[in-house]
């Protein structure tokens, strides 16, 4: 219910809880398809699920605002030295689509040897709030997003300058743990900024 406002339409929101359940739930990866699968939905409902994904009645950025507003205020989110912790990364997910959106050709960076040098597919830039419940650490997902390829910033800095706007609107001081990759002049002058 935390997330009811995000949506223009009660309809739409009843949407969003049944493809939310559904991508919970489902066992495999093909979509909306999987959606329908996973909760034994009759066929007739798979287009409207298709028109949910591209409503206007529900901007992303504003479903983003109040997932993360409503994250901030859960008990579990960890503070160290009364500052949020942002954990953030990237991804290379391999795609197979000839005309899926966002695809590029992508270098493989990783040092493990079974993976090609090249191939097509999504760059993910993905953040984190750390939670702590039960002497146990856990990620909190906040933000996720296809890196566009002709961004005016780097992949590396998108991470940061995201990160800072998230402080921002929530009204935090935080650190921002990244890993080896990010250890570049470009991120720390971001980060100074």
């Not at 929101?13 to 699968?37: E, H, L, N, P």
């Not at 500052?83 to 493990?112: A, I």
């Amino acid at each position: 219910q935390a997330l009811r406002p995000a949506f223009t339409r009660q309809a739409t929101f009843a949407w969003f809880v049944v493809a939310f359940a559904g991508v919970v739930t489902r066992q495999d990866v093909y979509g909306v398809s999987s959606i329908v699968r996973a909760l034994s939905l009759a066929p007739v409902y798979y287009p409207a699920l298709l028109h949910f994904f591209h409503s206007t009645a529900w901007p992303v950025e504003r479903l983003y605002r109040h997932w993360e507003g409503w994250l901030h205020r859960q008990p579990v989110v960890e503070r160290v030295a009364n500052r949020l912790v942002l954990l953030g990364d990237h991804t290379k997910q391999p795609k197979d689509g000839r005309r899926m959106p966002g695809v590029t050709t992508l270098h493989q960076d990783s040092e493990t040897s079974s993976k090609p040098s090249f191939f097509r597919g999504h760059h993910w830039g993905c953040l984190s709030l750390l939670g702590q419940a039960h002497g146990r650490r856990f990620a909190l997902p906040v933000w996720a997003e296809i890196h566009p390829e002709n961004a005016p910033d780097s992949r590396a800095t998108r991470l940061v300058h995201v990160a800072a706007a998230i402080g921002l609107r929530l009204g935090e001081k935080l650190f921002l743990v990244l890993d080896a990759f990010f250890a570049v002049g470009p991120v720390f002058c971001a980060a100074a900024e």
